[in-house]
DNA sequence: TGCTTGACATAAT
DNA sequence: CATTATGCCAAGC
């Protein structure tokens, strides 16, 4: 139904979904994207992103659960700044509790087939 | 048109 | 558990 735009679009799509508090991995936006194998996709659309785009990229982070590392020192600061503000809480090691914080895609119910739940 | 780089992930050591 | 090496695709020049 919507025609598979730029594959930039279609990441930040995904990322606009993560609910505040919330985060993802960049393994786990770029399967939702629908590019399995490409995380580092993931982060480079992100890093292409505009300044006053409403993505919330900062809810994205890497498969360690930690902010991940950019060209430009000091900016990790302020995403977890910004996790922080949403309600996210990093370790001692600045990681974040995946097991908690990871974002749970909606289940979207399958047209078809049992569902099993 | 073809080459290089890239906000990672995964497996192996 | 930490670090290293490889693989994946797309965008930019």
Do not use: C, M
Not at 6 to 28: D, E, L, M, N
Not at 58 to 67: D, S
Request: net charge positive; no cysteine; aromatic share 8%.
């Amino acid at each position: 139904v919507s025609a598979p735009q730029s594959g930039h679009q279609r990441i930040y799509r995904v990322v606009r979904q993560i609910p505040r508090g919330k985060v993802a991995t960049y393994g786990q936006i770029a399967v939702l994207a629908g590019i399995p194998r490409q995380p580092r996709q993931v982060g480079y659309a992100l890093f292409a992103l505009p300044g006053g785009s409403d993505v919330p990229w900062q809810r994205v982070i890497n498969a360690k659960g930690e902010v991940s590392r950019r060209s430009t020192p000091g900016v990790e600061g302020v995403q977890r700044a910004a996790l922080e503000s949403e309600g996210v809480v990093f370790d001692g090691r600045g990681r974040v509790d995946l097991a908690r914080y990871q974002w749970r895609p909606a289940p979207r119910r399958s047209s078809r087939g049992p569902v099993r739940w």
